[in-house]
């Protein structure tokens, strides 16, 4: 659980290149909540970053709050890999900050048993809003830059990144029904599973979910209390496991006397 939970931030900080058309199913619903005071109104949508691209997320009613915004925020802004001829992207920083060998091979494992159910990060709705944004001329910004993503991740502790030498069948399954559960459950706006995984990621490794979730998401809350002094529409697109659970961005908003309410 904690590899995949790792894996899933990691996969948004990784370059990526636009997916083959999938065959696209019934709407899904994920969730969304709001802030607002008289001037300044915060959509914070729950993403999920690797999506099998069969479910029309990007509908009605996820599409008219982010029209209405002015800008989108995401975790952070990653460089993509580029077509031949395009300019070179900004360096990724430097190769100190390289997570460890046993975080990788964890995290690899976790990315292999999405691809083995078609989630790809290109179909993912952060890069699917940040491409959206881009076309249409919104700003988007980062909450945290890439840097210090991987600076967070070469902290990890060793005992969470270890993974096996070699990916045995029962943990690669049961991996992949975990990838399945939550991604179905994005699709549904089902923070009660979210809320469960982030509960056994706490208990099994409490400094990795430290570092992932609590103090992040409170970091995230100050942003926001910040940015609701300034007039406009912003739409704050984040991990659904970030909007979930007792330390979530919005707990951490209610402790700082902000109220959200769930749109969707």
């Known amino acids: 659980m904690?590899?995949?939970?790792?894996?899933?931030?990691?996969?948004?900080?990784?370059?990526?290149v636009a997916p083959a058309a999938a065959e696209v199913q019934p709407s899904a619903a994920p969730?969304?909540?709001?802030?607002?005071?008289?001037?300044?109104?915060?959509?914070?949508?729950?993403?999920?970053?690797?999506?099998?691209?069969k479910s029309a997320w990007?509908?009605?009613?996820?599409?008219?709050?982010?029209?209405q915004s002015d800008e989108l925020v995401l975790e952070t802004l990653v460089p993509e890999a580029r077509a031949p001829g395009a300019p070179r992207p900004k360096p990724f920083p430097s190769l100190s900050m390289t997570p460890s060998a046993s975080f990788l091979a964890s995290t690899r494992m976790a990315i292999s048993a999405g691809q083995s159910h078609g989630m790809q990060v290109g179909n993912g709705a952060d890069m699917v809003l940040r491409h959206v944004a881009e076309t249409e001329g919104k700003p988007v910004e980062g909450l945290e830059t890439l840097e210090?993503?991987?600076?967070?991740?070469?902290?990890?502790?060793?005992?969470?990144?270890?993974?096996?030498?070699?990916?045995?069948?029962?943990?690669?399954?049961?991996?992949s029904k975990s990838m399945v559960e939550m991604q179905q459950a994005w699709k549904q706006g089902d923070q009660a599973v979210f809320v469960r995984?982030?509960?056994?990621?706490?208990?099994?490794?409490?400094?990795?979910?430290?570092?992932?979730?609590?103090?992040?998401?409170?970091?995230?809350?100050?942003?926001?209390?910040?940015?609701?002094?300034t007039p406009g529409t912003v739409f704050v697109?984040?991990?659904?496991?970030?909007?979930?659970?007792?330390?979530?961005?919005l707990v951490r908003l209610a402790q700082l006397g902000i109220r959200s309410s769930r749109v969707y």
């Open 148 to 175: 210090s993503q991987l600076n967070m991740f070469t902290r990890m502790p060793a005992t969470v990144a270890a993974a096996p030498r070699k990916a045995d069948a029962p943990a690669m399954d049961s991996l």
């Open 197 to 229: 995984m982030l509960g056994e990621l706490e208990r099994g490794a409490p400094d990795t979910y430290r570092m992932m979730f609590t103090e992040r998401n409170a970091r995230w809350a100050d942003w926001i209390r910040a940015r609701m002094q």
């Open 2 to 16: 904690a590899g995949f939970l790792v894996a899933a931030v990691l996969a948004a900080a990784s370059p990526a």
């Open 31 to 53: 969730a969304m909540f709001v802030v607002r005071d008289a001037d300044t109104t915060v959509y914070l949508f729950g993403t999920f970053h690797a999506l099998d691209g």
């Open 237 to 249: 697109a984040v991990g659904a496991g970030h909007l979930a659970g007792k330390d979530s961005v």
């Open 58 to 67: 990007f509908n009605e009613r996820v599409r008219n709050a982010f029209e």
